[in-house]
């Protein structure tokens, strides 16, 4: 028999046979499951049939798949309007789970599954912890948070199903998380990027070295991190460090992972349908091209969403993996439409920030950005912690540092910021989503 693909991951995962269809196969799948879930939610979801009635579309009328791209589009805008069952497409006796997140207003989104949702859920979920090379001998620390967020109750559900050892330990209480990720053998952990930077800083403290441990893997997302910050997270915890995305509109976690090759995401496309689109005018744009994630739910019961608009900035990467598999890739999320500061009429990206500052010797990755307004005119601060190194009587390189990185903000923001160094853990730690922008501009 012929090296699959994936081996150097260990045997091929049964699980991960979607993962290599053919593609006609694929879009025949596709095709076949969009025009059932258009039906579905044309029949049941009554914002949708008023837009498709308003276009004077009918479900019948999809006979391909870029027929999709006449359909109108869904936003948080529409849950939000809805608030809180509105979309839902399935009576509330089939409806299993309740998850929410945070809406544009004080009200959450809430999203619903059926007992097929969540079978659908666990299998991406587990298919996404296969792409990672995980199996059943592993044992798999999950520090996302459990509860009304996607992030814990998804990763456990896909990580049982795997049949890994899973530690239900959520977020939170680091002292004990390294304790735990010691004493009970981890080989993978499972939280947001930037807690496991608070885990890895806590537990040098601790004296605890994580490249001694058997931890091999983290399955990191729910928030934009840097290829930078990858770098640094697999130098100092000697693991495999994987970009899991995901959202509750759409499911939670387990809509796209990075393969072996670490280059770009697959998307578990026989459940979600992704598009491309210019965030200004809502026209398609080719692959390769940055714009607006758009995904089409393909199999959700409870409430299918058609064309939902994520907000996030990405592209579908062109060409094959070389892992084989045939799901398209899209480009990790560098950015969202939304999270753009403005700041003296200079557009800003948080993302472009972190990068200035894990390019530069002598800084470490926690930072937050703090916008102010001084006689009505915006200010930029960022604070950053720089090493304990640094810190000590070398004064005179903390002012070479300082100088050398609000330099570097001014070429890449077009835009002079203040900088302030900060002692080593002095900027709050989040267990679960970082807040790194402060906005008092308004206050
Ligand atoms: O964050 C689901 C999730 C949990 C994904 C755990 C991965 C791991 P929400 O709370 O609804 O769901 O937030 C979704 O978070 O639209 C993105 O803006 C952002 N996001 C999620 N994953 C990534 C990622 C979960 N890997 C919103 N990179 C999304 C960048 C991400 N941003």
């Not at 979309?87 to 999203?111: C, E």
């Not at 009505?376 to 090493?387: A, F, M, P, R, Y």
Request: with cysteine; glycine share 8%.
């Amino acid at each position: 028999m012929s090296k699959h693909p994936n081996q150097s991951n260990g045997p091929f995962h049964p699980v991960s046979a979607p993962d290599f269809l053919p593609l006609p196969q694929l879009q025949r799948l596709q095709l076949q499951r969009l025009q059932n879930i258009v039906r579905r939610a044309y029949d049941h979801v009554e914002l949708f049939r008023r837009r498709m009635d308003e276009r004077g579309l009918k479900p019948a009328d999809l006979q391909a798949l870029d027929d999709l791209a006449q359909l109108p589009f869904t936003d948080k805008g529409d849950l939000r309007d809805t608030y809180p069952f509105g979309l839902f497409a399935s009576p509330m006796k089939d409806i299993v789970r309740l998850h929410a997140s945070s809406g544009t207003t004080g009200k959450p989104i809430v999203v619903a599954y059926t007992g097929a949702d969540l079978n659908v859920w666990s299998s991406v979920m587990e298919r996404a912890f296969a792409v990672c090379g995980l199996h059943e001998s592993d044992v798999i620390q999950n520090a996302y948070g459990y509860g009304l967020f996607t992030g814990g109750l998804g990763a456990h559900y896909g990580a049982e199903r795997l049949g890994a050892t899973v530690i239900p330990i959520s977020g939170g209480n680091t002292d004990r998380q390294i304790m735990v990720m010691r004493d009970f053998g981890v080989t993978a952990v499972c939280c947001t990027p930037s807690y496991f930077l608070h885990m890895l800083d806590r537990a040098s403290e601790l004296g605890v070295d994580l490249r001694g441990l058997p931890l091999r893997a983290g399955v990191f997302g729910a928030e934009p991190w840097t290829t930078a910050m990858r770098v640094r997270i697999e130098e100092m915890a000697g693991i495999r460090a994987f970009d899991i995305y995901g959202l509750s509109e759409i499911i939670g976690p387990g809509v796209a992972i990075e393969c072996e090759c670490q280059n770009g995401l697959h998307i578990f496309e026989d459940h979600f349908y992704p598009e491309i689109i210019d965030p200004e005018t809502g026209a398609p744009l080719p692959d390769g091209v940055e714009g607006e994630l758009v995904l089409t739910t393909l199999s959700k019961q409870a409430m299918p969403m058609i064309r939902y608009r994520t907000r996030d900035i990405t592209a579908l990467i062109p060409g094959t993996c070389p892992c084989g598999r045939t799901l398209r890739r899209m480009q990790r999320i560098s950015r969202r439409s939304d999270d753009m500061l403005i700041i003296r009429g200079v557009n800003v990206f948080p993302s472009q920030v972190e990068s200035v500052l894990l390019e530069m010797e002598g800084t470490l990755p926690h930072y937050r950005i703090i916008l102010t307004r001084e006689h009505g005119l915006d200010q930029l601060e960022v604070q950053v912690e720089v090493t304990a190194h640094m810190f000590s009587d070398r004064v005179g390189a903390l002012e070479t540092l300082h100088d050398e990185l609000a330099d570097a903000m001014e070429r890449v923001l077009q835009l002079r910021t203040r900088i302030t160094l900060v002692e080593p853990r002095t900027i709050p730690r989040s267990e679960g989503k970082s807040q790194r922008v402060i906005d008092r501009r308004s206050s």
